[in-house]
């Protein structure tokens, strides 16, 4: 599985546009980037996933670069409720089981 | 709330004690996972299941962990002579297939 290297912590004002970057540099063809949200005392929620250029749903948007050796995960206009934990994936889809590393710890101040 | 349910939520126990979490998965999901996350790390995967064949075991599961789905719905995690080390959260999930997986809130264990 290709080794994934992200900040450990970010800091945020409210209102503000947030963008974490995820480096990959080893990723494989058949691999996703896959990003999971971790609040305190709960177990990771999947927020978004994508194999090339973007994808955007309801939470967030993922940018991947032609070269897909890195991932930026964008959260617009975040609030208090987005402070948390973020985790970058990279793997096949659907790939069993789930490696997290030490993930990014995004604190957003009012 | 995901529907994935863990009990206990919290368990404090002395060293060389046995203790069981309970992982109950949403119903139709038939694969079921455990991971094991300690303060400052994600999550590491320990063990699957799909439906009541456990498919993968990590290098962690040392021989005094034990898990079991013996019906394909709940799971049991069961640690025995607890040691100081096993202090950790530890995180249940269930996906349909190779579908997204759910968490649970987890089970905090802390041995004194």
């Avoid at chain 1, 993922?62 to 985790?87: E, G, M, Q």
């Avoid at chain 2, 290098?59 to 002579?81: H, M, N, V, Y």
């Avoid at chain 2, 997986?101 to 987890?106: D, E, H, I, T, V």
Wanted: glycine share 6%.
């Amino acid at each position: 599985l290709a080794k994934t290297t992200q900040p450990i912590s970010m800091d945020s004002y409210e209102g503000q546009e947030v963008n974490i970057t995820c480096s990959h540099n080893n990723i494989a063809t058949n691999d996703y980037i896959t990003w999971y949200q971790q609040f305190p005392s709960q177990g990771p929620r999947f927020i978004i996933q994508g194999y090339k250029t973007k994808v955007t749903n309801e939470v967030a948007s993922l940018f991947i670069p032609a070269d897909r050796k890195s991932s930026t995960l964008s959260l617009p206009r975040v609030s208090l409720s987005d402070t948390a934990v973020y985790y970058c994936l990279v793997g096949p889809q659907g790939n069993t089981p789930l490696v997290f590393g030490k993930g990014t710890r995004l604190s957003v101040i009012a | 709330d995901t529907g994935v349910s863990q009990n206990p939520r919290h368990k404090i126990t002395k060293r060389g004690q046995n203790v069981t979490f309970r992982c109950d998965p949403i119903s139709e999901h038939n694969r079921l996972y455990w991971y094991r996350q300690t303060l400052g790390q994600g999550p590491e995967f320990l063990t699957y299941f799909q439906n009541e064949a456990q498919l993968e075991k990590s290098r962690l599961l040392s021989d005094r962990f034990s898990a079991e789905r013996p019906k394909g719905s709940f799971s049991t995690l069961e640690i025995q002579r607890t040691e100081q080390g096993d202090s950790a959260m530890y995180l249940c999930a269930s996906s349909l297939a190779e579908n997204e997986q759910f968490f649970g809130p987890g089970t905090r264990l802390t041995v004194l």
